[in-house]
């Protein structure tokens, strides 16, 4: 049985092939709704630019913001082929937006400077909470340095979000910013609401597999030359049992190396290899690492786990933003377990997209569900 939809966001879908076919059809349903803003997730089907302007042309007055994903989080669970509007509306939400352009180590302090003079301009509504959303090219290769700096300056306003997609091409991200679509670049909203939230964050991977000392790297373009002291993807397909003609990104979804990190181990998830046998990653890799192979464990009950929060009432969120990681799609696909997904991902009424990179407290991960779940305002939770 299909949930009942939310009340505090207004969804609009359309699956159709032309841009401005696939904006009317899912603006429709956020029309005259007074919304503070909408959040647009790109398929890669429409082009992007079309679509952004299409999307700012529509809501006039109502800013759009999103990005391109590497799939989408529908009222149905996954999808690829989906323009999917989530419109915010302006009872329940506050909002200011910054575009952070030209993604580079040096501008991360710039960035952050201008981030803390927003959130001090932003004027603080009595009752009401404060957490940002982020979304950022994911081949700009900076979400790391942007994430912790930002996260630095703003205190105690908890951040969450994703890394925009490109499906499998890996070729070119996007996120958008009034009616704009900008790659090497990020988009950071400040919100406020009268909803209660709480921030959500699993995985289902152990370090139970081989140990992985990173003897040679690039930290700047986040390759991997050497593991153990041989070539990075003959060592790696030697130690998850393939040849390394064999290695894929369904190999290596089911694979990821783990760093430890305070008490806990977070996945260092690799998209594809290079010529000449390096590995490429989707997040910060440096010489010296000492990483584990993990080993998948339960993922259908991990993900009803994860999404099963209640507030301090022990009532069900309203519903969940999400920001899921491609490569645990493509685990779910390659184990023919799509459809079980979708059904869970549905009945926690989850919608949001396929990230190359996931954003919480500070910490740019990979392999993992981030969420912010939404309860009603006349709940409370408990620290």
């Not at 391109?68 to 509007?85: K, V």
């Not at 900076?142 to 951040?159: F, K, R």
């Not at 919608?351 to 990179?357: A, L």
């Amino acid at each position: 049985m299909k949930p009942a939809p939310p009340e505090f966001v207004v969804i609009g879908e359309s699956r159709a092939e032309d841009p401005a076919a696939a904006v009317a059809e899912a603006s429709e349903a956020l029309m005259g709704k007074g919304l503070c803003f909408v959040f647009a997730i790109l398929p890669g089907c429409l082009d992007v630019n079309e679509t952004s302007a299409l999307l700012s042309g529509a809501f006039q007055g109502v800013p759009v913001f999103g990005c391109s994903s590497a799939g989408q989080i529908t009222t149905e669970g996954y999808d690829d082929q989906a323009l999917l509007l989530l419109g915010f509306p302006r009872r329940n939400f506050r909002c200011a937006s910054m575009l952070f352009r030209d993604l580079r180590p040096d501008h991360a302090t710039a960035f952050a400077a201008e981030a803390q003079k927003q959130a001090e301009r932003f004027r603080h509504t009595a009752g009401w909470n404060r957490f940002a959303l982020i979304v950022a090219d994911g081949l700009s290769k900076q979400e790391d340095l942007l994430v912790s700096t930002l996260d630095a300056v703003l205190g105690d306003v908890p951040i969450f979000g994703g890394s925009a997609g490109d499906g499998l091409k890996f070729e070119r991200t996007f996120v958008l910013h009034d009616g704009e679509a900008h790659s090497g670049a990020a988009v950071l909203l400040l919100i406020e609401t009268d909803l209660q939230f709480q921030g959500v964050a699993f995985d289902h991977f152990q370090p139970e597999g081989a140990q992985i000392v990173i003897t040679s790297a690039d930290p700047e373009e986040r390759l991997v030359y050497e593991i153990n002291g041989a070539p990075a993807a003959e060592e790696y397909a030697r130690l998850v049992g393939c040849p390394p003609e064999a290695l894929s990104p369904e190999v290596f979804a089911e694979n990821p190396m783990m760093l430890r990190h305070n008490l806990t181990h977070y996945a260092r998830a690799i998209s594809d290899t290079k010529p000449g046998g390096a590995l490429s990653l989707l997040a910060a890799i440096d010489d010296g690492l000492i990483l584990t192979l993990g080993k998948a464990k339960g993922s259908l009950d991990a993900l009803h786990e994860g999404l099963s929060t209640r507030d301090a009432a022990g009532q069900e969120p309203d519903f969940i933003l999400g920001f899921d990681c491609f490569l645990r799609r493509l685990e779910f696909e390659h184990k023919q377990l799509t459809q079980e997904v979708s059904n869970i991902l549905r009945a926690h009424r989850v919608i949001g997209f396929n990230t190359y990179g996931e954003q919480k407290s500070g910490l740019h991960m990979n392999q993992t569900f981030v969420g912010v779940a939404f309860f009603k305002p006349e709940a409370r939770v408990l620290n």
